[in-house]
């Protein structure tokens, strides 16, 4: 399969903590992406991360690739209510296809 | 507001029928995603479109179709509709190339708000 796996399906967290959720994939990939879907709503890009790129940054948010391991991981610090959502890894390789995301729950 | 436009937002129709699902994309975009979310299956890519021609065919049923139009919209055809097809319908759109998906670089979707269709 092409599409991105996450881990963990759900994660729990309270407000200014880290959240960091992980992202495999099996084939090989041009590059990753990332999405927020804020619930029944359409996914919202976040970030993307190229082959040749092991780490990116993004305001609160930083993704880093591991091509050897097929893997790459989001993380969000100091988390806030407001970051609610699932997120979803697609790799684009090919069709853009998405697991079935993390669902994160912050409380305050 | 997204720029991609998705009609209708709900649907309610009974087993057996036909809908047809309207997407718009962003302005300056080529190219047409459809996906469809369910509880069970997640976010299944569909088919996609890019200037009228059919580009990539993931995991839809013979039962679906689509088409994208000369002025780039698109249309998601469903029919003899079951009760497992009730779900989220989402199009995106982007400014893909004409090459497959991906080959040149980046391909970041920007998606609608979606279509909630209830087969009862």
């Known amino acids: 399969s092409q599409q991105g796996e996450e881990d963990p399906q759900a994660l729990s967290i309270q407000e200014g903590e880290n959240a960091t959720m992980n992202c495999s994939y099996k084939t090989s990939i041009n590059n990753l992406q990332w999405y927020r879907q804020n619930s029944g709503r359409g996914l919202v890009h976040l970030i993307l991360i190229r082959s040749n790129e092991r780490e990116k940054h993004s305001g609160r948010l930083r993704v880093t690739l591991d091509t050897s391991k097929k893997s790459s991981s989001l993380l969000i610090t100091a988390s806030r209510a407001a970051d609610t959502a699932s997120y979803f890894c697609a790799n684009s390789g090919y069709a853009l296809n998405f697991g079935k995301g993390t669902s994160l729950l912050v409380t305050p | 507001d997204s720029g991609v436009t998705q009609t209708p937002k709900h649907l309610i129709t009974a087993t057996g029928q036909r809908v047809t699902l309207r997407c718009s994309p962003r302005s300056g975009d080529l190219s047409v995603y459809w996906y469809q979310q369910s509880l069970d299956q997640g976010l299944q890519f569909l088919i996609q479109?890019?200037?009228?021609?059919?580009?990539a065919k993931g995991n839809i049923l013979e039962r679906f179709s689509a088409q994208q139009f000369p002025d780039l919209h698109s249309e998601l055809n469903l029919s003899s509709l079951e009760l497992g097809d009730s779900a989220l319908y989402f199009c995106?759109?982007?400014?893909?190339?004409?090459?497959?998906?991906?080959?040149?670089?980046?391909?970041?979707?920007?998606f609608g708000a979606g279509s909630r269709l209830t087969v009862l």
């Open positions: 479109y890019y200037n009228g021609e059919e580009r």
């Open positions: 995106a759109s982007s400014v893909a190339t004409g090459l497959r998906f991906g080959s040149s670089g980046a391909n970041v979707l920007t």
